[in-house]
C-alpha cells in the first residue's frame, strides 16, 4: 500500500530537488524489482518503498513502464560499473572478453530483476532492447575493457559488443545440450567466442 496520511512523505527526508527525488524513485523501484520482480511490481509497491504516494510518482515519471524502465537502466549501468571493477586485475583481452560474460550470466542468475533488460524484448521496452541504441551504449560500456587491452579494436567497438551480447543472449536463453560449470564455460568461450572476436 502507498504512503498512508499520518506517515511524512519520503519517510520524513523530502529529496532536495527533482533530480534527487528520480533517482530516489528509481532506487525503490530497482529493489522492488529485485524483491518481487518486474511482472509483479506495481506502482503502490513503489510508492510505497518511496515512502511517498502515487501521485508523487507521477510527477516525475509518465507511468509504471518509464520508472521500470529506468529501474531497469540504473540496474544495468550498476552492473557494468561492477563488472568493469571485476576484470580490473585481467592483462588479456581474452580472458576479459570470456570473464565479462561470465560475470553478466552469473549475475542475472543471482538477480533476476535484471534480466528483462538483457532478454531480446527488453521487457517489452522496445528502444531498451539489448541491441538498441541505448542498450547498445550499455553493451558497449560493459566491453570497454576489451578495448582497453587491445586498443586497435576500438574502430570495431560497435561490432564486438554485438557479438558478445549475441553470445550473452544465447546463452541466457537457449538450454545448452549439457549444463556447464563455469569452469568448463570459460573452456567453451576461450574456444568460440575469442575465436569470433580474433582475440
Same mark, same amino acid.
Given at each position: 500500500?502507498?504512503?498512508?496520511?499520518?506517515? %511524512?512523505?519520503?519517510?520524513?527526508?523530502?529529496?532536495?530537488?527533482?533530480?534527487?527525488?528520480?533517482?530516489?524513485? @528509481?532506487?525503490?523501484?530497482?529493489?522492488?524489482?529485485?524483491?518481487?520482480?518486474?511482472?509483479?511490481?506495481?506502482?503502490?509497491?513503489?510508492?510505497?518503498?518511496? /515512502?511517498? @504516494?502515487? %501521485? @508523487?510518482? =507521477?510527477? =516525475?515519471? /509518465? /507511468?509504471?513502464?518509464?520508472?521500470?524502465?529506468?529501474?531497469? *537502466?540504473?540496474?544495468?549501468? +550498476?552492473?557494468?560499473?561492477?563488472?568493469?571493477?571485476?576484470?580490473?586485475?585481467?592483462? !588479456?583481452?581474452? +580472458?576479459?572478453?570470456?570473464?565479462?560474460?561470465?560475470?553478466?550470466?552469473?549475475?542475472?542468475?543471482?538477480?533476476?530483476?535484471?534480466?528483462?533488460? *538483457?532478454?531480446? !524484448? /527488453?521487457?517489452?521496452?522496445? !528502444?531498451?532492447?539489448?541491441?538498441? %541504441?541505448?542498450? *547498445?551504449?550499455?553493451?558497449?560500456?560493459?566491453?570497454?575493457?576489451?578495448?582497453?587491452?587491445?586498443?586497435?579494436?576500438? %574502430?570495431?567497438?560497435?561490432?564486438?559488443?554485438?557479438?558478445?551480447?549475441?553470445?550473452?543472449?544465447?546463452?541466457?536463453?537457449?538450454?545448452?545440450?549439457?549444463?556447464?560449470?563455469?569452469?568448463? *564455460?570459460?573452456?567453451?568461450?576461450?574456444?568460440?567466442?575469442?575465436?569470433?572476436?580474433?582475440?
Amino acid at each position: 500500500m502507498a504512503n498512508r496520511s499520518n506517515e %511524512p512523505a519520503w519517510s520524513g527526508m523530502p529529496p532536495a530537488n527533482a533530480e534527487e527525488a528520480r533517482r530516489r524513485l @528509481t532506487d525503490a523501484a530497482v529493489r522492488c524489482v529485485q524483491r518481487i520482480g518486474h511482472e509483479r511490481t506495481r506502482l503502490a509497491d513503489v510508492a510505497a518503498e518511496a /515512502g511517498v @504516494t502515487r %501521485p @508523487t510518482i =507521477y510527477a =516525475y515519471f /509518465g /507511468g509504471r513502464e518509464e520508472i521500470l524502465r529506468a529501474a531497469m *537502466l540504473h540496474a544495468a549501468d +550498476d552492473l557494468v560499473d561492477r563488472l568493469t571493477e571485476h576484470v580490473a586485475g585481467l592483462t !588479456s583481452a581474452a +580472458d576479459t572478453a570470456v570473464e565479462i560474460l561470465v560475470f553478466c550470466l552469473r549475475e542475472v542468475a543471482s538477480h533476476p530483476g535484471l534480466a528483462p533488460l *538483457l532478454t531480446p !524484448s /527488453g521487457a517489452g521496452f522496445g !528502444s531498451q532492447a539489448p541491441l538498441a %541504441p541505448r542498450g *547498445l551504449t550499455v553493451a558497449k560500456r560493459a566491453v570497454r575493457p576489451v578495448i582497453d587491452r587491445r586498443p586497435e579494436l576500438e %574502430p570495431e567497438w560497435d561490432e564486438v559488443a554485438e557479438v558478445m551480447v549475441r553470445f550473452f543472449l544465447s546463452l541466457i536463453t537457449v538450454k545448452p545440450p549439457r549444463r556447464r560449470n563455469e569452469t568448463e *564455460l570459460r573452456s567453451f568461450l576461450h574456444r568460440r567466442l575469442v575465436a569470433a572476436l580474433h582475440l
